[in-house]
């Protein structure tokens, strides 16, 4: 026998226990964007532009693809691409424009 009845109420006649509402909380906003990056051949090509760009204002990750020449920048809004592009280029690379 189940402990609640078709009219709402538990066997001992009172009113059944409803589940709390859900709640529904709205997660960090999160900006990804893809720039090419040239001059990258390496290992340590990938780490220091990962370094460089991780150290930004904002900037949540950061993804080095060598082979293709690309950068995936997550933050927590559009990253500011002047100081993008001067963190790129002080590490040694060109940052030469969004994909």
């Excluded at 006649?13 to 709205?26: E, F, I, M, N, R």
């Excluded at 051949?41 to 780490?47: N, S």
């Excluded at 990962?50 to 993804?63: D, E, I, K, R, W």
């Amino acid at each position: 026998m189940s402990c609640c009845s078709t009219n709402a109420t538990n066997a001992t006649g009172s009113a059944a226990a409803t589940a709390p509402a859900a709640v529904v909380t709205a997660g960090p906003v999160v900006v990804t964007t893809v720039y090419a990056v040239a001059g990258m051949t390496c290992g340590h090509c990938e780490q220091s532009v990962t370094a460089a760009v991780s150290a930004l204002p904002g900037v949540t990750a950061v993804g080095v693809d060598v082979a293709a020449g690309l950068v995936t920048v997550s933050a927590e809004s559009a990253p500011d691409e002047a100081a993008l592009r001067a963190a790129v280029d002080d590490a040694g690379y060109e940052l030469t424009g969004r994909v």
